[in-house]
């Protein structure tokens, strides 16, 4: 069965840093993948999707993920955070209609 | 353009009882999926509804159980409720077409004491 696997439950970054949360997956066929964002007390909003079109992936808000099929991984990244990018953040794998979420990542910026 | 809308907001409720959570999808939206949250959880599927009928279901047992309206709006059921159940309740809609592009509502938090 596919899985996605969150590396870091927490992490924190200085305003102006650079972002980096880690995904990686497991599935026996090209999936596709996607990242979302959690505010407090609110749904999900899809960031970005990976389709197999494009191994770099540009999502909303500055953020993108690159696919990298060698590593399976699928990491999130924006040059610069924003204090509004403190959210928590789910990478998740989507095989024939089964999708799965990772446990989340909980990004803190510092002023 | 409202989006997905769930009621209630919050709910409490006793072991035992029964609950109802309500789902209304984004506008143009033909398929809902719902999703149970748990603390410090990622989402995890519970079932799917397109055409008023369950077309894939995750690994839940049967005191889980939904409906599908003409409309498309939705519910969720839960039956004999445990305290294992408390969790937040995601109701996400799509287009069958693109069923994996799914817009989230804000959820229903269930407490159950």
């Known amino acids: 069965a596919q899985s996605v696997t969150q590396l870091g439950s927490h992490v924190s970054v200085s305003e102006g840093a650079l972002v980096l949360l880690r995904c990686n997956y497991s599935?026996?066929?090209?999936?596709?993948l996607f990242w979302y964002v959690q505010y407090p007390n609110q749904g999900l909003q899809l960031l970005l999707k990976?389709?197999?079109?494009?191994?770099l992936v540009k999502g909303i808000n500055g953020f993108e993920a690159e696919f990298k099929k060698s590593e399976t991984s699928f990491h999130l990244t924006k040059p610069s955070a924003h204090m509004s990018d403190a959210a928590e953040y789910f990478c998740a794998v989507d095989n024939n209609n089964d999708m799965r979420f990772g446990a989340g990542t909980r990004l803190t910026v510092k002023p | 353009d409202a989006g997905v809308t769930q009621s209630p907001t919050h709910l409490i409720k006793t072991r035992g009882q029964q609950v109802t959570l309500r789902c209304s999808p984004k506008s143009g939206h033909d398929t809902v999926s719902w999703y149970q949250q748990a603390l410090g959880q990622g989402p995890q599927f519970i079932f799917q509804?397109?055409?008023?009928?369950?077309?894939q279901r995750g690994n839940f047992p049967d005191r889980f159980s939904g409906h599908q309206f003409p409309n498309y709006s939705s519910e969720l059921n839960v039956n004999a409720l445990l305290l294992g159940d408390s969790a937040l309740y995601l109701c996400a809609s799509s287009l069958q077409v693109s069923y994996n592009e799914q817009f989230f509502g804000p959820g229903t938090r269930l407490t159950v004491l």
């Open positions: 509804y397109y055409e008023e009928e369950e077309r």
């Open positions: 990976y389709t197999s079109a494009a191994t």
């Open positions: 599935s026996s066929v090209p999936p596709y």
